[in-house]
């Protein structure tokens, strides 16, 4: 099967993960319903399960659009490290709140640090070398907020909890570093 140089310099390649990640996505938005027939603790509404199936389905989206630009391996991790951290910081804002309870308008400060990371892959034309220095202003911009929140006065939990999502956003950072080096080598090699 040929390959075509893509947006991310690095070869297409065949999504061979699809059916396991999207049937996770699905099984995740089963659980709460059947766990709703067994206990009064899990108490979904339509509008819930409706935002997790948008949510879900950005993410497996966003995982696709990875497997299309670049069949680098690295590349593929970096941006699905990169998607399930930013699907759980809204996940986890939703639910609950970083910053206080999850209607907390501090927690807003999260859209920001999502921006970054939007408009830094676009600006970046999702190219490797340009996507890990998104992946840093990204991780900068989350330590920012905590920062800010710091500053501001929320507890140092929460503060902590912030902070802590630098992390996976500097890991994706690294591999999209690999991949950028790996697509440098793989050109000079032809």
Known sequence: M?????????????????PLIWG????????????????GEVDW?????????????????????????SGNTAYRAAFGIAVVTGFLLVWVNLA??????????????????????????????????GMARTMDATALAQLLVATIALAIGFRERG??????????????????RKAAREQASAGAAS
Not at 24 to 39: G, I, S
Not at 45 to 69: H, Q, R
Not at 98 to 112: D, Q, R, V
């Open 2 to 18: 040929p390959h075509n140089t893509t947006l991310g310099n690095g070869r297409r390649g065949r999504n061979r993960w699809r």
């Open 24 to 39: 996770t996505a699905a099984l995740l938005l089963l659980l709460p319903a059947v766990a709703m027939q067994f206990t």
């Open 45 to 69: 509404t339509a509008s819930d399960f409706i935002v997790m199936g948008v949510m879900l389905s950005a993410a497996c989206g966003a995982y696709e659009l990875a497997t299309w630009l």
């Open 96 to 129: 609950v709140g970083i910053l206080g309870s999850e209607n907390n308008l501090e927690n807003l400060m999260f859209a920001g640090v999502l921006l970054v990371a939007a408009i830094g892959a676009l600006l970046a034309n999702f190219r490797a070398g």
């Open 159 to 176: 503060v902590l909890l912030a902070a802590c999502f630098a992390v996976p956003w500097f890991a994706s950072a690294q591999l999209f």
